[in-house]
T-cell receptor, first 113, second 113 residues
Framework: EAEVAQSPRYKITEKSQAVAFWCDPI?????LYWYRQILGQGPELLVQ????????DSQLPKDRFSAERLKGVDSTLKIQPAELGDSAMYLC???????????FGPGTRLTVT | GENVEQHPSTLSVQEGDSAVIKCTYS??????FPWYKQELGKRPQLIID?????GEKKDQRIAVTLNKTAKHFSLHITETQPEDSAVYFC????????????FGQGTILTVHP
């Protein structure tokens, strides 16, 4: 069964450093989502792509976060500079037809020290 | 924007009992309501979903009901088993352009043997 892949699984970084996460969606899924999940809370959408275009980034802190999906397949989420409050799980999901049946990757656990 | 409230935050049941988790949403345009199960340290997994043209959907021991008038939906798990222990998240969305999902805060379900 096809799954969403993410790397790295864990990342520890110091405050003010840059960090990047990678996501490879299920083949053929045109819609890709990046979520942030703080411990004890539900996932919160950061950015949504339709193919290579951003269609919703209303909750993305654009002064420090950026996301791209250059060829409409895999995607990268970057934080620069990282802050202590960015410590969270970053989840990637994809779906064939938005917003139905979103499948999540294993996530990247980010710790900022 | 959409706001999803989920109750209870924790639920403890004996094996074989039923468990019910309830969610309310605010945006009457929402038309898609999935439920995710997240075990400790693992990715959220879609377990069942319902669309607004349906009032109830069942899959073995799991069922979801939707009341669009009252803007609430519920997850019902019958004959609970210890392996049902996890965090359950509801979500609502699909009504606005690009179909953003908003998640509830989660319910920690513990099934005691």
């Amino acid at each position: 069964e096809a799954e969403v892949a993410q790397s790295p699984r864990y990342k520890i970084t110091e405050k003010s450093q840059a960090v990047a996460f990678w996501c490879d969606p299920i083949s053929g899924h045109a819609t890709l989502y990046w979520y942030r999940q703080i411990l004890g809370q539900g996932p919160e959408l950061l950015v949504q792509f339709q193919d290579e275009s951003v269609v919703d980034d209303s909750q993305l802190p654009k002064d420090r976060f950026s996301a791209e999906r250059l060829k409409g397949v895999d995607s990268t989420l970057k934080i620069q500079p990282a802050e202590l409050g960015d410590s969270a799980m970053y989840l990637c999901a994809s779906s064939l037809t938005r917003p139905y049946e979103q499948y999540f990757g294993p996530g990247t656990r980010l710790t900022v020290t | 924007g959409e706001n999803v409230e989920q109750h209870p935050s924790t639920l403890s049941v004996q094996e074989g009992d039923s468990a019910v988790i309830k969610c309310t949403y605010s945006d009457s345009a929402s038309n898609y309501f999935p439920w995710y199960k997240q075990e400790l340290g693992k990715r959220p997994q879609l377990i069942i979903d319902i669309r607004s043209n349906v009032g109830e959907k069942k899959d073995q021991r799991i069922a979801v009901t939707l009341n669009k008038t009252a803007k609430h939906f519920s997850l019902h798990i019958t004959e609970t088993q210890p392996e049902d222990s996890a965090v359950y998240f509801c979500a609502a969305g699909g009504g606005t352009s690009y179909g953003k999902l908003t998640f509830g805060q989660g319910t920690i379900l513990t099934v005691h043997p």
